[in-house]
């Protein structure tokens, strides 16, 4: 399974910008995809996912609100739209699977990373 990240970028605080994450090798449906972030000098954390077969959606609470995870069955692809973005977004985003019926926000419970796409937000 090999996981593509894209779409990251350098925007203005209050802005917009739309992640992917292009899963080959298996249908993304037989895992729980989530995107996860990493500031500098910080964990990675949660931001957003899906339960297995897309059941729910579930965000963390500094993205609740403008942040939408959505997914195209038909193209294997998950995607982050981030609206009114702030300074304090800016990471490197990674997008995730994870086969476990459970863990949805735990980094350790996911199997399969992406490389990572860099979204830095100016003030």
């Known amino acids: 399974v090999q996981l593509q990240a894209s779409g990251g970028g350098l925007v203005q605080a209050g802005g917009s910008l739309r992640l992917s994450c292009a899963v080959s090798g298996r249908s993304f449906s037989d895992f729980a995809m989530a995107w996860f972030r990493q500031a500098p000098g910080k964990e990675r954390e949660f931001v957003g996912g899906f339960t297995r077969r897309g059941g729910e959606k579930y965000y963390s609470d500094s993205v609740k609100g403008r942040f939408t995870i959505s997914r195209d069955s038909a193209k294997n692809t998950l995607y982050l739209q981030m609206n009114s973005l702030k300074p304090e977004d800016t990471a490197v985003y990674y997008c995730?699977?994870?086969?476990?019926?459970?863990?949805?926000?735990?980094?350790?419970?996911?199997?399969?990373w992406g490389q990572g796409t860099l979204v830095t937000v100016s003030s």
């Open positions: 995730a699977a994870n086969s476990r019926s459970y863990g949805l926000a735990d980094r350790g419970s996911y199997d399969y």
